[in-house]
Each structure stands twice: as C-alpha cells, then as structure tokens.
C-alpha cells in the first residue's frame, strides 16, 4: 500500500489527523476517534520507515537523524496540505500528520460570530486564539487573515513552524516564513519582520519568553497580531503571559497588555450528535476599558465575570456557547456538560435544572 493511496483515504473520509505507527495499520482520528484507514494489516518497523522516509528530503532525513524528531510539512497534488511531526519511540519511527485543508474555509463555514470576523478590521494590536491542540485555532486565524488578504491592501507576514495554510497574495502582499526553512527561529523572524513594513504579523505560537515579548512589541507598535497559545479561556491566557516573565517585568507586561491586546478567543472541538465531524465552542473576550483596568491591576480572576455581562461588547462566555450548541440540537448535553466552566450555570442556560 502507497502512502498517497493511504492519505487520500483518510482525507476523503475526512480525517483531521494520521498516524503512521509500527505494530498496527496506519490510523486516523475521525470525529475525535482513532480508527483504521483502511482494512489492511499492521506495519511493520521496516515499512512504517520507508512511508516515512518517502515523504522527507535528505536535509530533513538528516535533521530527523541527528534530533530524532522533526517538524514540517508537505502538500501531496490532488489530496491535501498536511503537517507532520516525527518522532523515535521504542517501537521505532512513527509519525503524525495533521490534515490541512487546501481551501481556506469561510467565516460562514466555521460559524464565526460578527465579535470575532470583525477582527480581522481591527487597524492594530494583539489577537490571541487560544485553545488545546487540535482544537480549530490554526483555521480560525487562516479565515481571519483571508478575509484580510481579500479585503485590505497592505502587506501580511507570517512566522509559522511549520507553515500551514498558504496564502495567494490578493490585495495583500503576502510572505509567508518557516522557522528552520527560511528564518532560524521565531524571534529572528520577529526582529526583522519590524524592519519589513508589515501591516499585518502571524506569529505560529508564542512559545517563550522572547517570542512573548517580541509579540507584544509588535503589536504595540501598531502592527496587527495575531498569535496562539495553548490555554484554555481568557484568564488563564493573560496569567499565562505575565507569569513567563521575571517578578519584576510583570507590572510592565501588565501595562503592556492592557494597552495592546485586542482580543481572547478560545476555543475547543466537539463532536457533533450526528456523528457528522466536530464543531466548535467558542469563548470571545474583547477588550473594555473595564477589562483593561482588571488586567493593570492584576485582577485577571474578574475578567471572567467581565465575559458573562459584556454581550453588547461581542463577548460570549463559554458555557454560553455551549449551551447554544445543546439548544440547537448539534451537540449532546453531557458532552457539552464535560467542558463547561460553570456546570450550574450551563444548566441553567440549557433549562437543564
């Protein structure tokens, strides 16, 4: 069996991710579960290698030699962009690809509020998408710097790793960077981006304290942000930021982030009542001149509060969200029950009590 054979079966079924394994047939997560691609035996060591190694040039099969692990991505024609990781376990090579789609999805498609489309108009500041992995944020930012590309003229620049969706430059100059391809790292890319004229900065994820601080310069700046973290409502993202910096930065980072950020969204997949893939749930923050205070002042155990009673602002709590997908009859209560923030709360919003 060809991997390209493999990947466009789990493509067409429309899985969101592929594992490529030793000791069991190649897998795929469909609607949050993991189940074989196809009616085929397991792999064994050798051939998991050889699918493997067909998919990486020699300086990347090198780069995997020397880290035992490797990051990257590759489209195959006709099927779909993927994004793969690879990895030694004690069973030997093994991998996972992330199945991206080829054609960016509309707002309408994602089912994107006005609060959070209406960002992508924003003329500056800091836009965070947050969430687990696998949980949509790539897409959501993709939909949102799209409608930027197609609307405003200027110049969008991305620091990705790996580079995922990809972009035609429409009324935007688009330039898209890879970290180990085309820049060394996210805060070099960073630095020199502020040198490029950009209007509009993707940053992949913000994964140390450089890449934080670079993030929050650019956006101050007066470059539009956008950027990923992996946490799980908008509190927890604004603590998440200030506690990587030392005691004595934080009042600093604070001031920073009560000026320059924009927006939280947070989001997470579940699977829908009629087994028909995944939907999203999402938690929109947008900022107030109240949540800007509650943040200088370290009070981020409020902005919860903020969420729940600022619906002419746009903002969506979670467990709001929720319910709405209950009410709807998309989601199953206990599901939805599971990820709640309130369980009393949402059930009390799903008339549940």
């Known amino acids: 069996m060809d991997l390209a054979t493999l990947l466009k079966a789990a493509v067409d079924q429309g899985a969101s991710d592929i594992h490529i394994c030793p000791n ?12 074989p691609i196809m009616n085929m035996p397991p792999l064994t060591g050798e051939q998991t290698k050889t699918l ?21 991505s590759f489209a195959m024609t006709g099927v779909s962009r993927f994004r793969l990781n690879v990895l030694m376990t004690r069973n030997g090579l093994e991998a996972v690809m992330r199945v991206i789609p080829s054609k960016i999805p509309t707002p309408e498609e994602l089912n994107l509020m006005p609060s959070i489309t209406n960002l992508s108009t924003l003329p500056r500041g800091l836009v965070l998408v947050t969430g687990p992995t696998g949980s949509g944020k790539s897409t959501t930012l993709a939909c949102l710097l799209n409608q930027i590309n197609e609307k405003k003229k200027g110049h969008m ?18 330039r898209q960077r890879e970290v180990g391809q085309h820049t060394k790292s996210f805060n070099n890319a960073l630095r020199a981006a502020l040198r490029e004229d950009p209007n509009v900065i993707l940053v992949g994820e913000m994964r140390d304290l450089e890449t934080i601080q ?21 509190p927890s993202t ?16 604070r001031v920073q982030l009560a000026a320059g950020l924009q927006a939280v969204v947070s989001q997470i997949l579940l699977p829908r009542k009629d087994g028909k893939g995944r939907v999203a749930a999402r938690e929109v923050m947008v900022m107030t001149p109240a949540i800007s205070n509650l ?59």
């Open 24 to 35: 069991k047939p190649a897998m795929m997560r469909l609607n949050g579960q993991i189940i």
């Open 52 to 72: 493997i190694y067909a998919l990486l040039y020699d300086e990347q099969k090198q780069k995997l030699e020397e880290n035992w692990e490797l990051d990257c």
């Open 157 to 174: 620049l991305t620091i990705e790793d790996p580079i995922e969706f990809t972009y035609e430059s429409k009324s935007c100059i688009v």
């Open 214 to 234: 670079l993030t929050i310069t650019a956006a101050e700046t007066g470059h539009l942000t956008f950027a990923t973290l992996h946490t799980q409502d908008a």
């Open 238 to 253: 604004v603590d998440r930021i200030i506690d990587v910096f030392p005691s004595h930065q934080q009042t600093q980072v």
């Open 295 to 353: 943040i200088r002042e370290g009070k981020t155990h409020m902005i919860y509060s903020a969420i729940e009673t600022g619906a002419k602002f746009g903002m969506v709590p979670m467990d709001r969200s929720l319910s709405n997908l209950v009410t709807q009859g998309i989601v199953d209560p206990e599901t939805a029950m599971a990820k709640a923030h309130d369980r009393e709360t949402f059930k009390k919003l799903c008339n549940m009590m």
